[in-house]
């Protein structure tokens, strides 16, 4: 039996997507166990391209049971209109489960943090405005809390709904006079219309993970979001609202860290970030655009342009730690093959003083100007490479250095999107 986990080591979109897709072929189980509609995983063969949100990849392969745990909030008119999209697109879906536990967006979560994040203008999170930060916060708070289970009690869910709207209209109205009232008994029918749609795939998500693995099956858990927007460990407050390092796995899925054997640390070759927050190595300048532009870093889920910079060992370091990861993968390579030169931040300099630890306030991050080691660029195309030994020394070069900056072995190397594209280390 093999447990391994994928988790990003940077701020999100490091294509993990891509690793999971690879990997799961050799497992039964697929686990998402954190966030929600705000991730992006953008999976490509066959000629095809799926954009998954909420849905595991593991439901690209129709042997393959897909469990979203109970760490993950669940739209649940964005989670159907997603099975129809991929239906549509010709895929024999596999089982798909879904945690009892899972928190439920509702209309007053969009609402609500729609109307938070204008108010904080310039300071905004640049939230992907699904409603994540919102739903996960009445998950904690608990007294507005409304779990998927919740949904098929239905006196329950009646009284719940009529007590969380009436609060959740004096708060958004608080906040924004002209914000429409909602209605609980309009937001009742149709959760309840929704809710029936996945009410086959509903059941304890917990017992069932913990069923396979007694019965020796080969489980993957799919992270999303990435380490540096952990809640906890993250670049706070320009983070998500959940435990996105590796750190999320057990509270999320039920299933203890102790019985994966292998976590595998996803990073981009260099740095993006969406929204707001620091990011030292951020470029302003020609070879940012160059970046954006080769990568096509542009939001899967939102459609924002990415924040691109140099690789961070700084941070990816940090992230590698808290999550604690065996080994990276180390993806979109090929995006840097034009450039002249390649620069890797080594360490961070704050306040004249030189240091390898990542800061845990950003007032100090804001500070932190990247200290780099420059390498020769390898001006040539790798997208056909299938072997570690064929890269140009140069590229080799990269990959060693960052190997040695994260202080992990890179195990993978990913040379463009499709499932060939891949150099196993
Ligand atoms: P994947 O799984 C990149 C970012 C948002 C914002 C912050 C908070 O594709 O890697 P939220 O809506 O979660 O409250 O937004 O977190 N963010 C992501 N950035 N990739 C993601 O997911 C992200 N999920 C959230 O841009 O800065
Ligand atoms: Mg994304």
């Known amino acids: 039996m093999a447990v391994t986990a994928v988790v990003g080591l940077q701020w999100g979109d490091e294509a993990k997507g891509k690793i999971v897709d690879l990997l799961t072929d050799k497992y039964e189980v ?4 954190l966030g929600g509609n705000n991730a992006g995983h953008t999976v490509m063969f066959g000629g095809n391209t799926y954009k998954l949100s909420l849905l595991p990849a593991g439901i690209l392969r129709s042997n ?13 008119a964005a989670l159907l209109k997603e099975i129809q999209s991929v239906v549509d697109q010709g ?15 509702f209309p007053y979560h969009l609402a609500e943090e729609a109307v938070l994040e204008q108010r904080r203008g310039d300071q905004a999170i640049g939230t ?17 809390a409304i779990r998927v289970g919740d949904m098929y009690r239905p006196d329950y869910f009646r009284q719940r709904l009529e007590e969380v709207v009436e609060q959740k209209n004096v708060i958004i109205q608080a906040l924004d006079p002209s914000a429409e009232t909602l209605s609980a008994a309009t937001i009742y029918d149709d959760y309840c219309r929704l809710a029936e749609q996945i009410a086959h795939r509903v059941t304890d998500t917990t017992a069932y993970l913990h069923k396979a693995l007694k019965q020796d099956k080969n489980m993957l858990f799919e992270g999303a979001q990435g380490s540096l927007l952990d ?5 706070f407050p320009f983070v998500t609202s959940s435990n996105s390092s590796g750190c999320g796995i057990h509270v999320g899925s ?3 860290e102790r019985v994966i054997d292998q ?26 655009q160059h970046i954006r532009d080769e990568g096509h870093e542009y939001g899967t889920v939102t459609g924002r342009p990415r924040r691109c910079g140099w690789f961070d060992a700084v941070a990816t370091g940090y992230g590698a730690r808290v999550s604690g990861v065996d080994c990276i993968a180390v993806m979109l390579l090929d995006v840097l093959s034009k450039l002249d030169e390649v620069k890797i931040c080594e360490a961070y300099e704050i306040n004249g003083e030189r240091t390898t630890d990542f800061p845990s306030h ?7 100007k990247p200290i780099y080691r420059t390498l020769p660029g390898w001006k040539q195309d790798i997208t056909g490479i299938r072997k570690l030994e064929d890269f140009p020394k140069e590229a080799r070069a990269y990959i060693d250095t960052v190997s040695e900056l994260v202080e992990r072995p890179v195990e993978i190397v990913s040379i463009g999107p499709d499932r060939e594209q891949t150099v196993f280390c």
């Open 30 to 33: 697929v686990v998402r166990y």
């Open 263 to 288: 976590m595998i640390g996803v990073v981009k070759a260099y740095t993006t970030r969406v929204g707001g927050g620091p990011c030292p190595t951020e470029l302003h300048d020609q070879t940012g």
């Open 64 to 76: 393959v049971t897909s469990v979203i745990a109970n760490g993950v909030v669940i739209n649940p």
């Open 91 to 105: 895929v024999e879906i596999g089982e798909l489960l879904i945690s009892d536990r899972a928190h439920v967006i």
């Open 362 to 368: 950003i007032q100090d991050l804001e500070l932190a």
């Open 254 to 256: 039920g299933v203890p």
């Open 128 to 144: 992907t405005m699904r409603g994540i930060g919102t739903c996960y916060r009445d998950k904690i708070g608990r007294t507005h």
């Open 231 to 235: 809640i906890d460990h993250g670049t």
